[in-house]
C-alpha cells in the first residue's frame, strides 16, 4: 500500500489511486486497520489522504514490480504489509522515499534498518518477535500432546526469513526431546502434499509460522489439518477462529494499526531515521476447545486459567 496527502497527486488522482484493492477478502482486516491507524493520526481517506493498493496475490515475484509502481506514482509514504518480502521489495525500490513495514521478523538481523531504536536511512515500522514464537509454539504442543514426539514446522522457501525459521525450530525441539520435520510449501499444491506426507511421519502436531502465504491460507490450511487429524498452532488468533488448535502472540491487526500510525507520522513530517522499531506489548493465548476434542486433546486446566480467550 501506498499513502499520499489528497490533492497532491499530479494528473487523475480517482484512477492512480484506486479506493477498493482486488484482494479485499482475503486483506480486508489489514485494510481495516490500516485505515484505523491513519484515522487515529488524523487522516481519513478519500478527505486528506489517498491510498493506493498493490498486491502480489501470493506470489513473491511480484512484488518488486508493484514496488516499482508505487514509487513511480510519486506517493510520499510507501507501506509494505505482509512482512518480510514486500519490506525488502520496497527497499530496494527506493532509498528516499519513507517506507514503513509490518509484521517483520527480526529486521535488523534482515538488513532493513540499523537498530531498533535508530533505524537510520528511510525505513521503520513494526516488528514481530515471531522466532520467539517457535519455542513457546513448541512447547505448547508438548503440553497439548504430551505423548508427541514428532512436530512439522512449515516453511516457505520463497521467504528470505524460511531458513532463519527453520534453524530455531530445530534447536528448539531437539532442546524439547522432540524430533521436527521441515515442509516446504508456497502453493497451493504443496500445501496439499505436505499435509499428505505427515501421517507417514508420525507427525500430530504442525507449527505454522506468521507468514503472508501461509496466513492468507489459513482457512485451507485448518481445513486440511481437519482431515489429516493434525494439531495446529500459530502466532495469529485468526488461525484459531478458523478451527486451528492454538494460537500464541501478538495482534496481527494491532501491528498494521500502529504501523499506520507511523505512516500518519511521516505524512504529518516526522522521519523514518527517528521513529524507533516497534515490538509489540501484549501476547494472546487463544484456544478451540471445539478443536481440542475433535482431536480426542484434554486441554490442561493451567492452559485453560491463563488462556486469554476460549473458543468454545
Sequence with gaps: MAARRAGTAAGDASNRFPQQPSAWRVGEFRVSAFRQGLRETGFVEGQNVLIAFRWPEGRYDQLPGLATELVDLRVAVLFAAGGLPSALAAKAATQTIPVVFSAVTDPVRQGLVASLNKPGGNVTGMSLLTFE???????????????????????????????????????????????????????????????????????????????????????????????????????????????????????????????????GRILKGDKPADLPVMQPTKYDLVINLKTAKALGLAVPPALLVTADEVIE
Design 133 to 263: 514464537m517457535v519455542a513457546k509454539s513448541a512447547q505448547l504442543l508438548k503440553e497439548l500432546i504430551p505423548t508427541a514426539r514428532v512436530i512439522a514446522y512449515l516453511v516457505n522457501p520463497s521467504n528470505k526469513s524460511a531458513q532463519l525459521h527453520a534453524n530455531e525450530a530445530s534447536n528448539v525441539a531437539s532442546a524439547l526431546g522432540l524430533a521436527v520435520r521441515l515442509l516446504n510449501a508456497s502453493t497451493d499444491d504443496e500445501l496439499d502434499d505436505a499435509f499428505a506426507s505427515l501421517p507417514k511421519m508420525g507427525v500430530t502436531g504442525l507449527v505454522v509460522p506468521a507468514e503472508p502465504f501461509f496466513d492468507s491460507h489459513r482457512e485451507r490450511i485448518v481445513a486440511l489439518s481437519k482431515r489429516y487429524s493434525i494439531a495446529v498452532i500459530s502466532s495469529l488468533r485468526e488461525y484459531v477462529v478458523a478451527g486451528g488448535l492454538v494460537s500464541y502472540g501478538a495482534s496481527l491487526p494491532d501491528s498494521y494499526r500502529r504501523a499506520a500510525i507511523y505512516a
